[in-house]
């Protein structure tokens, strides 16, 4: 396990997400189910109505990859002309208004399409945010979707749920 606590101690987590197409919140629902299978206490919000960071002892942060990186809004455009529905404000943009450091743990995950070097990570753009605001990143990970719609791939639920997890 990644995350260790005290003994008998219960586990806050927030987790705060952003999805186009629906498959980033389909591998965050998968995760959440492996957190709480650990007696975890989470809580889910999109970006756009993410609750503050007070009180949250594993902060987990997940968007899906456009452009090689972390969706903004002229990706999210792109998303919406192609049939998605982008939220108006995302995770980059959640991450740039958090206040001051925090004290928590942290884990990213993104969705991708692809495994290669140009297909890019909006988790490492997440880490990389989160560790600006003194956020201890404990683990990152990827999850494949089939294009840009999905649905993810086969397995990838099922690896999610294991990663949520092992963060418990």
Request: charged content about 20%; some cysteine.
């Amino acid at each position: 396990m990644v995350a260790v606590l005290e003994f008998g101690a219960t586990m806050n987590v927030l987790v705060v997400t952003e999805t186009c197409f629906g498959n980033t919140a389909r591998v965050a629902d998968a995760i959440v189910a492996g957190l709480r299978s650990h007696g975890a206490v989470v809580t889910v919000a999109d970006a756009a109505s993410a609750p503050a960071v007070d009180h949250v002892d594993l902060l987990l942060v997940g968007a899906p990859t456009h452009s090689m990186g972390l969706p903004g809004p002229g990706t999210r455009r792109q998303a919406e002309a192609k049939g998605g529905n982008p939220p108006a404000i995302g995770v980059a943009e959640w991450l740039n208004a958090l206040p001051g450091k925090q004290t928590c743990r942290g884990a990213a995950f993104d969705t991708v399409t692809g495994r290669g070097f140009f297909s890019g990570s909006a988790a490492k753009g997440i880490e990389k945010r989160l560790r600006r605001h003194g956020v201890d990143v404990v683990a990152r990970e990827s999850f494949l979707v089939n294009a840009m719609e999905g649905p993810p791939a086969d397995g990838e639920l099922a690896r999610a749920e294991r990663w949520g997890a092992s963060l418990g």
